[in-house]
């Protein structure tokens, strides 16, 4: 039900993989509990874009909690889009 991926070296590139394996396994529809911390540099607006897609469509339905702190490439147009993805996601809000 939780996924601490904290202090990773992956990128952006490799969340679209994460999300795969987590679709196949059938694991999105449980988890509850995402966390991509300080991911530094790898973390950023392309990774962001892509979690948001995956909200978007209604990819996590029992997400209640979501970390993506300290990682500053996600910059200001990130945090916009994904507020937006998550302003129809009322778990989150």
Known sequence: DELYLQDCTLGDRDIKGFAVALEESGCATRLASLTFASWGVGFGL????????????????????????????????????????????????
């Open 46 to 93: 392309e990774g962001v874009r892509l979690l948001t897609d995956l909200f978007s469509r209604g990819f996590f339905p029992a997400m209640e909690c979501l970390d993506l702190g300290k990682n500053p490439n996600i910059t200001d147009v990130g945090i916009v889009a994904l507020a937006e993805a998550l302003w129809l996601w009322p778990k989150l809000c």
